[in-house]
């Protein structure tokens, strides 16, 4: 039939016109037999084919989805049971109190009073220690100076003992020095208020460890990470003792915010993890000590209502090392630290913003009291 439609046709267009009608004649004899009664059984069976395969192919895709969220899963759980250390257990509310108004005092006191406390104002450093070492005095502790020269200039830590005579040991520390150019109301007045409080709490009780608390020279820059920092000091000075069960350093216990989003972290996987309000305490520590953090965070939770979390973190990330507990760990020593989590909450961080109204004294107390509550338990 192309052929002759094709004869019809001038003679240049004869070639190319006999190809193309061809392949339409071909084609339509291809749909007409494709059509035809015994082919659609086949064309169904094709279709089927087609469908069985397409879902076969999306089963296993769905099977493989499912593996890989379920191992997620399982590896995120592993992980915040390793370093989170999560407990049902829970503490009867503390009977203990720490005054509001007290700790206020101490932290106005350091942050406006007895400004500036960085390395180049010894003398005002030197006013400082004596407030600590009388509050010492005042709570029933044994007190000393553990003077040491940094730079051709004396600088000193304040000890103040409790239980001396008891076999095991428990040191709780805190720095007193502020960066340069701030008051250091959050970094680290609250510590030390923190510190002062406890003094009052444990000299009224006995407790089944001897406690010795120390306020810490020179934890800021310049010096922050050399063997010049206080604590570096006193952790040299206490290298050889084999009573010292752990050290749990107080290192910004004053800011929150209940805000959603004020909380951050150092990396996105604790976002998962961990709350994104600062409204809690955390209790930081090394990937290798995870026993005495679990009995401190343990000890804290439930003795007041402010929620306790942990982490036991290697090095590395940073924050975790950001404070004295670090020169305890170089000796050998379990050592924490207890935070507000500094920068990652705060924005005043090392800034002139760190004032002592921006602090909550309420929640502060809490801390204190859970801090007492853990140490009683050990």
Not at 31 to 47: D, G, I, N, Y
Not at 124 to 149: D, H, M, P, S
Not at 251 to 278: F, H, K, T, V
Not at 338 to 343: E, K, M, Q, R, S
Request: aromatic letters at 10%.
């Amino acid at each position: 039939m192309a052929k002759q439609i094709a004869e019809q046709l001038p003679p240049r267009a004869s070639s190319d016109t006999t190809e193309l009608l061809t392949a339409v004649v071909l084609m339509g004899a291809s749909l007409a037999v494709w059509s035809s009664p015994c082919c659609v059984t086949q064309r169904e069976v094709v279709l089927n084919t087609l469908r069985m395969h397409k879902r076969h192919t999306m089963n296993k895709i769905y099977k493989a989805i499912a593996r890989i969220t379920l191992a997620t899963a399982v590896i995120l759980c592993a992980v915040w049971f390793y370093i989170a250390q999560p407990t049902m257990q829970k503490n009867h509310t503390s009977s203990a109190r720490v005054d509001e108004a007290r700790l206020r005092t101490h932290v106005k006191t350091l942050a406006e009073s007895l400004l500036p406390r960085n390395y180049t104002e010894p003398d005002n450093l030197n006013k400082c220690a004596e407030y600590i070492f009388q509050n010492f005095v005042r709570a029933g502790a044994l007190v000393e100076r553990q003077e040491f020269t940094v730079e051709q200039k004396k600088y000193v830590n304040i000890i103040g003992r409790f239980g001396k005579e008891k076999t095991k040991q428990i040191i709780i520390g805190a720095h007193y020095d502020a960066v340069q150019g701030t008051p250091g109301a959050d970094d680290n007045a609250s510590g030390v208020a923190g510190l002062i409080e406890l003094a009052y709490l444990i000299g009224k009780t006995d407790l089944t460890r001897g406690i010795e608390l120390v306020a810490y020279s020179l934890e800021e820059p310049p010096f922050f990470g050399t063997d010049m920092m206080g604590s570096a000091f006193h952790a040299a000075s206490i290298e050889r003792s084999r009573q010292i069960e752990g050290v749990i350093v107080l290192e910004m216990i004053g800011y929150y915010d209940d805000r959603w989003g004020s909380q951050s972290y150092p990396i996105a996987l604790l976002n998962i993890l961990y709350p994104n309000r600062g409204n809690f305490i955390a209790v930081v520590g090394r990937t290798d000590q995870t026993e005495f953090t679990k009995r401190i965070k343990t000890g804290m939770k439930g003795a007041t209502d402010i929620p306790v979390y942990s982490i036991n973190a290697p090095e590395f990330i940073p924050g975790v090392d950001f404070s004295d507990h670090r020169n305890y760990w170089a000796r050998g020593f379990n050592a924490l630290m207890i935070t507000d989590t500094a920068f990652y909450r705060n924005n005043a961080y090392h800034k002139a913003g760190d004032t002592a109204e921006r602090l909550d004294y309420y929640r502060m107390s809490k801390v204190v009291v859970g801090v007492f509550e853990a140490v009683k338990k050990l």
